[in-house]
């Protein structure tokens, strides 16, 4: 399981990942981390929405009220223009920890 | 034998909401979103093999605590929390947008007067006393404005300069002040609650009869003669001078006020934990 710090995070980059293949709605974006993480990334569940609020008035995404198949309204979210922007910038920035932890972690004898 | 109520998703969803808070915590876009979560998380806990009822206490557990929900969302919505500098800043925020709906309304009501569509002494006499139309008008547009007289501290301002003044210092008030229009809009959202916003709008309407601007710049009836004598005895009929004075005044309100006004601006709220 991550911890709650990494998680925080990650959270900005991995909605804006997650709403670059297409719009998604809240729940759906929380049950498509679960999947792809194997469970080991877990959000609290209703804390979702204020960073999807905070990334909307950032200019970041957008979001649409639509009715769903139940009949009941939901709030679907895509990216924006900018959202691009800082997703491409969110790459940048984690793949240079990636790999300096990659080149870090090959160099150094194992711990155990 | 016992004959238990069934149980109703929608209503146990709307109870949820109603415990869970109101404004300006949550707004209702908020409390909407989060019900819809709820559904969604019901339908796939149903799935599971739990029953509505227990699929809805699971969905309402994963959702989070209210206290919790509470803060994070507070973040996102936040209530303006009044300081002195805060209100000094509406106190000239509100006095200058005041004028300008009161200039619309007279320039309509001058409209109206010239068209010949009505014939009140009242407006004929505030169209005058703001300089719209001259005495001589005034006089000639009808026999009220005689009834009514002209009052000896009948003075007519420069519209230009004064029009001047208030766009820029709309302007500067808005821009230095809030240095985001989101904040504007996070205000505006704070006053959702009916009781909010009529408590907001009487305490503006206080901030226009005593904001010393509104004194300075607009000679309100007797706020004038009060502003001439007691508050801005420096201040004479020059429009460019009261100008002046009104822009530095609402300059020192501005600064007093940014670092009240930057605490509850988006830019600097923390991201929610994930």
Known sequence: MLSKELVAASTTTLVLSILSEGEDYGYALIQRVHELSGGDMQWSEGMLYPVLHWMEKEDLIESEWRAAESGHRRKYYRLRQEGRKALRAEKEQWMAVHNLLIKLWKTQPRLT | MENPTPFDLNEAIRLWQQNLGAPPSFCADDLEELASHLRAS????????????????????????????????????????????L????????????????????????????????????????????????????????????????PPFLHQPDPRALSIELILVIILI?????????????????????????????????VVI????????????????????????MVTSNEIGQAAVNAVLVCIMVLLARPALRKISPSDHGKAEG
């Not at chain 2, 803060?71 to 996102?76: G, P």
């Not at chain 2, 001589?136 to 026999?143: C, F, K, N, S, T």
């Not at chain 2, 005593?210 to 005895?233: D, E, I, K």
């Open chain 2, 174 to 206: 808005v821009r230095l002040a809030v240095g985001s229009w989101k904040v504007v809009g996070a205000f505006i959202r704070s006053f959702e609650r009916p009781i909010r916003a009529a408590l907001g709008l009487v305490m503006l309407g206080f």
């Open chain 2, 87 to 150: 209100f000094s800043f509406w106190l000239a925020a509100g006095a200058y947008l005041f004028q300008v709906v009161y200039w619309l309304i007279v320039c309509i009501l001058t409209w109206c007067a010239r068209s010949g569509w009505r014939d009140d002494a009242r407006l004929v006499y505030e169209a005058a006393r703001v300089g719209l139309i001259s005495r001589a008008e005034a006089a000639r547009i009808g026999p009220p404005f005689h009834a009514f007289g002209v």
């Open chain 2, 42 to 85: 019901v339908q796939k806990l149903k799935t599971t093999g739990l029953s509505e009822e227990e699929a809805f206490q699971t969905a309402v557990r994963r959702i989070g605590e209210r206290g919790q929900l509470e803060r994070e969302f507070a973040k996102i919505n936040p209530a303006v929390t009044w300081s002195l500098p």
């Open chain 2, 210 to 233: 005593l904001s010393p601007a509104v004194l300075t710049n607009y000679q309100m009836g007797w706020g004038f003669r009060l502003a001439q004598s007691t508050y801005w005895p």
